[in-house]
């Protein structure tokens, strides 16, 4: 190895006997020997291989290719036993020309990928001058050790001198051109050292690490891809390296600039509130110019690397503004999102189907967030929003099915109100008033008002654009929502089938046929009345039964009616051997009925009659004491044999009142006030109350009444005498005066008896609010 154009060619042609390719000093210096090149010594035993390496330091590879060079001289070091450094006398003490930087990469590279073995460095000084070899050898044996000491090693040769891995030698030789003979002669004696070369003390004596010659090729082919995939022989040049720092230090200073860039500052700001129309505008101007400005500074260094630098630098600012580019995206979807939710709810409040309403804002508000996308676009990133616009999509769906399920809901919620509205007072009622039609009016109402909700909300859920599937299944629903509120307000009265029936039974009970509260006289026929209230409460109780909303025909009112109006609660069934008793109540479903649609069972039935005649027992018994007790007051008069005896052991008496006519005018006035007495105070009403509590009534109204009669007979007679003296003046007709006080006495009688009425009248309804 050496620098180009130095003679290594010619120098192992002359020492092995090879034919390596040389250069023609009459065609000009230039480079001969490209890559490696590989040859067999001839006439040198044992079996020697020689390799011809590129020069090192040649123009055509320039300044900026240096690797290839490192990585033949490590293979070099790598694989063979001897190495020749070819050097020029006069470059020994140079630092580049005696290739000690590239020794040093050699050095330090070769200790870490490689086990260290002795190998032969043979220093060949060429074109010897006046200097003796004596004086140079040292400065090279000098240098060698700088070389070694200052290169890194592992921890293992830290302290590993460097005869240990290298056998330093040096020779010298003259001139090819000035002293060919003597070249030819020193060439010759340095051949004789190659023979045998691998005897213990030769050349290539210490063996350790040696690889067979049938693993030769394998391993040189590993060797050099191991020097092939090492980064460190690549180093750039001289040029290549001030650019890389130069243009580094330019980017960070734009980088920096950028960051304290008002404007960017205040958009960063701005961004972290709201969206901001122009940003991409914007923040593309500002980028330009800070790659514009880097661009000046860097123009006159390498191109590689500047441009190498100011994708970096681009990549940094990019990464820097990418946050607020985010946030104004954010900032984007989150506004048009609100602006799709106020727009959405303003079409469907305007009556716009949902469907259309959803499509159209759902597209219009897409397409404004594309725009807005493009208006917050940076030039200088090829950032994709798609991401972000696929969330706004996921966004106004989940939005849409979110609504979408609120407004059935809100409809199916309407529907079934106006079905609770339409349905439940009704099916009261109609349960209320239970007769042989009330469940025939209940189906009739329940289909009537399910077929227009059906109806309705069949128009309605056309705006939705439901699948037929979906749209008849909420149909169904509601049905079944009718029927339920049906089946519920059943369930609900017949859980008050007992003051249902106790309310019939009292309704007819106690009131005639139009309406009016029944008074016992003593001519109704109780048993009569109370058979067919009965009656009625149980049919109310059959009606109850059971829910009957498919129109099948059943027995229950039968059943009820024979076992619990007829008073036979079993019948008996005769066979050959055994009687059994029977009872069609003495079970918990009903024949034709299903428990699903029982409302109340058939034992449950005799249970509730059981407590309803326990319950109207009383006013029964009730109305029969009336009864006895009107028949007791309106016969007043004393037996019939009471009179008889009257009659006869008082006929004295009678004939003694009939020949005295003041007795007769007393007993007769007497009467009167007796009659009157017994007018005013209702002495046959009180009475009808029982005894006891007429007798306390009595006695509080007999002073009032006397006092009152007294004083109405005193206004009278004051009436009477008054007119007397206006109708006979002195010197009058006496005939007149008497007709005319005949007629003012009969006017007083009549006026006297219509006070007399209309004072009962009042006295009674006074007594009635005093009571």
């Known amino acids: 190895m050496g620098p180009q154009s130095s003679g290594k060619s010619t120098l192992l042609n002359n020492l092995f006997k090879t034919n390596f390719r040389e250069m023609d000093a009459f065609k000009g210096r230039s480079q001969t020997t490209k890559g490696i090149w590989m040859a067999h010594c001839t006439g040198i035993e044992p079996c020697t291989l020689v390799m011809d390496l590129e020069g090192t330091d040649g123009r055509e590879r320039g300044e900026d290719d240096t690797a290839f060079e490192k990585q033949s001289a490590l293979f070099a070091l790598a694989v063979s036993d001897i190495v020749l450094i070819n050097m020029w006398c006069h470059d020994i003490g140079r630092e580049q020309a005696a290739n000690k ?40 044996r000098e240098d060698i050790q700088k070389i070694w000491d200052s290169v890194p090693k592992p921890q293992a040769h830290v302290s590993t001198p460097l ?49 067979p010659a049938s693993g030769f090729s394998f391993s040189s082919q590993q060797i050099w891809k191991v020097i092939k995939d090492n980064k460190d022989l690549d180093l750039p040049a001289h040029k290549v390296m001030v650019a890389t720092v130069r243009c ?71 990464q820097l503004v990418q946050p607020a580019y985010q946030t104004i995206l954010g900032h984007l979807r989150s506004g048009t999102f609100e602006k799709f939710k106020d727009a959405f709810e303003k079409a469907l409040n305007a009556g716009e189907g949902f469907s259309l309403a959803a499509t159209t804002c759902a597209e219009s508000f897409l397409a404004q967030f594309d725009e807005g996308c493009v208006d917050a676009v940076i030039n200088q990133a090829n950032w994709d929003a798609s991401k972000v616009k696929e969330k ?19 409809l199916t919620s309407k529907f079934e109100k106006k079905l609770d509205h339409a349905l439940s007072a009704p099916v009261e009622v109609l349960l209320d008033g239970a007769n ?100 009625a409460s149980v049919k109310l109780l059959s009606v109850m039964a059971a829910i009957r909303l498919d129109n099948n025909p059943d027995t229950i009112e039968k059943t009820l009616c024979s076992c619990l109006l007829e008073q036979t609660s079993a019948h008996v069934v005769t066979d050959k ?27 449950q039935c005799k249970s509730l009659w059981r407590q309803f005649k326990a ?39 009678f004939m003694t009142l009939l020949r005295n006519p003041f007795y007769m005018a007393f007993i007769f006035v007497a009467f009167l006030v007796l009659k009157a007495l017994w007018v005013q105070m209702d002495v046959a009403g009180e009475f009808q109350h029982g005894a006891l509590p007429a007798l306390i009534a009595l006695s509080a109204k007999f002073l009032p009444t006397v006092m009152n009669i007294v004083r109405r007979l005193a206004e009278e007679g004051q009436k009477a005498a008054a007119q007397a003296a206006a109708n006979n003046p002195p010197g009058g007709d006496p005939t007149k005066n008497y007709e005319s006080e005949a007629n003012t006495t009969m006017s007083s009688t009549s006026s006297s008896d219509i006070r007399s009425s209309r004072n009962e009248v009042e006295y009674s309804s006074v007594s009635s609010k005093e009571d």
């Open 615 to 653: 319950e109207t027992e009383y006013s029964v018994t009730q109305a029969i004491s009336a009864q006895e007790a009107n028949k007791r007051n309106n016969n007043w008069l004393p037996p019939p044999w009471a009179i008889v005896a009257l009659l006869i052991l008082g006929f004295n008496e």
């Open 436 to 535: 042989h039609e009330t469940w025939s009016s209940i189906r009739k109402l329940l289909k009537r008002e399910s077929d227009s909700a059906v109806s309705e909300m069949s128009c309605d859920l056309k705006g939705f654009d439901m699948d037929q599937n979906a749209r008849e299944d909420m149909l169904n629903k509601l049905q079944n929502h009718a029927k339920g509120v049906v089946e519920a307000k059943a369930k609900e009265e017949a859980a008050r089938v007992i003051i249902r029936m106790k309310d019939r039974f009292s309704m007819l009970f106690s009131h005639d046929s139009d309406s009016m509260p029944r008074v016992w006289t003593g001519n109704e026929d109780i048993r009569a009345i109370t058979k067919t209230a009965r009656f």
């Open 577 to 603: 051997s055994t009687t059994t008793m029977a009872d069609p109540l003495a079970s918990s479903t009903w024949e034709e009925i299903p428990s699903s649609r029982t409302l109340i069972t058939p034992v």
């Open 392 to 410: 706004l999509k996921r966004d106004i769906d989940t939005h849409i099915t979110t609504v979408r399920a609120a407004k059935l809901s809100e």
């Open 163 to 211: 005869g240990e891995f290298f056998n330093v030698e040096v020779v010298a030789l003259s001139s090819y051109e000035e002293k060919e003979e003597q070249f030819r002669e020193q060439v010759a004696n340095l051949r004789q050292r190659f023979f045998h070369s691998i005897v213990p003390g030769g050349l290539a004596g210490d063996r350790r690490g040696v690889v």
């Open 101 to 140: 930087p590239l020794l040093k990469t050699v050095f330090q590279v070769m200790m870490r990928l490689f086990s260290p073995r002795k190998t032969t460095l043979m220093f060949v000084i060429r074109d010897k001058t006046k200097t003796p070899l004596e004086n140079l050898e040292p400065v090279l």
């Open 248 to 318: 580094e230090e330019i980017a960070n200073e734009k980088y920096a600039e950028f960051g304290e860039n008002k404007e960017w500052c205040e958009i960063d700001e701005a961004v972290q509130t709201d969206f901001l129309p122009g940003f991409g505008k914007k923040l593309s101007s500002i980028l330009n110019i800070c790659l514009t400005e880097y661009d000046s500074e860097a123009t006159y260094f390498d191109e590689g690397v500047r441009s190498a630098k100011r994708k970096q630098l681009e990549e940094k600012l990019l």
